[in-house]
């Protein structure tokens, strides 16, 4: 076994410290890269859920309408029940898929937040582990709260795409 060697002046347990120091820099390095892609499928997997729902949904609800309006004369007998399914179907649509964007963007804002400690520590730069360790967990069931223009903005887009045929629907009934 090689004899370490110290610099002028160092003592021996500064340089076990610094040793110690930079095997928990490449430690918590690996853990937060594996997090990492752990939370990259995470966020793959939120998305998955989320074009299911949002397919289902108009398949469902087309679907429904459309058997709706073949047993009549005219659409506009069953215009009410048209209006009453779609924003029904699409209040319940619109809150599941909240709820897992909600989840997603948990993901995707504590994979950033990893993937920023990891430049520090590659960089050289310390970084407190307690700060880490929250990051590691399941983000997505934590519940803590979305704020911001992120959220402001994922909920304005699906409040447009739920929100677009009873819309229509409720034009139409109006002008009937």
Known sequence: MAAKSFEPGQSISQNTSQNISQNISKSQLEIILHEVDGKNIAAERYDSMI????????????????????????????????????????LLGFAVDWNFRLRQLRVVVDREKLIKSAFDIAG??????????????????????ISGPLRNRSFSLLLMFYAATPVMVLV?????
């Not at 730069?125 to 803590?144: C, N, Y």
């Not at 139409?172 to 009937?176: A, G, H, N, P, T």
């Open 124 to 145: 050289g730069q310390a970084v407190d582990s307690e700060k880490i360790k929250p990051l590691l967990r399941m983000s997505g069931e934590s519940g803590i709260p």
């Open 172 to 176: 139409f009934y109006l002008r009937s």
């Open 51 to 90: 074009w299911k729902i949002r397919t289902g949904y108009v398949v469902v609800l087309y679907g429904a309408i459309t058997l709706l309006v073949g047993q009549s004369q005219s659409w506009t007998d069953r215009i009410l029940e048209i209006l009453i399914l779609s924003v029904g179907f699409s």
